[in-house]
């Protein structure tokens, strides 16, 4: 997706169906995911790419009620020094060499 919003949407759909038992918000520190399991228990990911890239498998918690900002301040502090962890941009620029 596009936005933070659109993961917070999304999680607002699902929740609102009400045989969706599992939805976990996830960050992934190059993502923030949304992760829930349809009713056939098959496993679902929506995702937004971040502005940087960490070393995976990486994983934090991520709280969709907080502000667009707050998550991107939690997402750089979590990253920080992390291995591997560079601005997404230059990630890019690496793997297209």
Do not use: C
């Not at 038992?21 to 949304?34: E, F, M, T, Y």
């Not at 960490?54 to 991107?72: C, F, G, H, S």
Request: aromatic share 8%.
């Amino acid at each position: 997706v596009d936005r933070l919003e659109d993961l917070r949407q999304m999680r607002a759909l699902v929740k609102a169906r009400g045989d969706v038992p599992r939805i976990q918000a996830v960050d992934h520190g190059n993502a923030w995911s949304l992760y829930f399991w349809d009713p056939e228990d098959n496993r679902i990911e929506v995702y937004l790419d971040t502005p940087w890239h960490v070393d995976q498998p990486y994983l934090e918690a991520l709280d969709l009620d907080a502000t667009d900002d707050e998550i991107q301040a939690a997402t750089r502090r979590h990253v920080q020094g992390k291995p591997g962890q560079k601005p997404m941009t230059q990630w890019q620029q690496e793997m297209a060499l």
